[in-house]
């Protein structure tokens, strides 16, 4: 069983929907939980980071972690077609462990 | 600007070249990283340094030999490369290992093609 399991999409919204990223990981230790973007032919860039419970809110992204369930999510509120990119999820706990990433393109 | 900056950016280099790819990290971090990134796959840890001391080596064939001479240079020394080795490299950094909580920085990546 992966460490971290991501849906690799390709996902496809119309601009100003609403988008939900996800992943399941698989040990309960894991502690610290990261979203990243990557563009194409970029690299990695950190966009949210978080270790407890519950939700964290930047601007149109929020962050939300369910321990009991082992699940994360990303949500992109009003998304742009700025937004279409690569979206990878991490986790840690003595080592990172990255989802496959989901590919996202919002239609102008 | 992450704070971490790759050279070059694209290579092209035959299977029987030496090259080498170049890390610098401006965040006073005490690790950095390599990985491999591959379409369709997670990302790969290569190797980790922390206080310039290899920490964990994956498995990795020996025609990659990371270098890391001080703790905000990391290089990656390719030679006789396979033409599945083609990806993209990212190196890394984070103010540590271990359990420590913190976040890990990339670069843009250099993007490796061997023919």
């Known amino acids: 069983q992966k460490e971290v399991e991501q849906d690799p999409g390709p996902l496809s919204v119309p601009e100003g929907a609403i988008v939900s990223l996800n992943c399941t990981y698989s040990?309960?230790?894991?502690?610290?939980f990261m979203w990243y973007r990557q563009y194409s032919r970029k690299g990695p860039e950190l966009l949210m980071y978080?270790?407890?419970?519950g939700n964290k809110e930047d601007g149109r992204f929020t962050a939300q972690v369910d321990k009991s369930s082992k699940y994360i999510s990303l949500f992109i509120r009003d998304s742009q077609p700025s937004d279409s990119a690569t979206y990878l999820c991490?986790?840690?706990?003595?080592?990172?462990?990255f989802g496959t990433g989901t590919s996202l393109t919002v239609i102008p | 600007e992450t704070g971490v900056t790759q050279t070059p950016r694209h290579l092209v280099m035959g299977m029987t070249n030496k090259k080498s790819l170049k890390c610098e990290q401006h965040?006073?971090?005490?690790?950095m990283y390599w990985y491999k990134q591959s379409a369709k796959k997670p990302l790969e840890l290569m190797f980790v340094?922390?206080?310039?001391?290899?920490?964990e080596n994956n498995s990795v064939p020996s025609r990659f030999s990371p270098e890391c001479p001080n703790s905000s240079h990391l290089f990656l020394h390719l030679h006789t490369l396979q033409p599945e080795d083609s990806a993209l490299y990212l190196c890394?950094?984070?103010?540590?290992?271990?359990?420590?909580?913190?976040?890990?920085?990339f670069g843009e990546g250099s993007w490796l093609t061997v023919v």
């Open positions: 890394a950094s984070s103010r540590y290992t271990g359990t420590a909580g913190n976040t890990i920085y």
């Open positions: 040990n309960s230790a894991f502690q610290y």
């Open positions: 978080t270790y407890s419970s």
């Open positions: 991490a986790i840690k706990v003595n080592q990172f462990y």
């Open positions: 965040l006073g971090h005490n690790a």
């Open positions: 340094y922390s206080l310039e001391e290899r920490v």
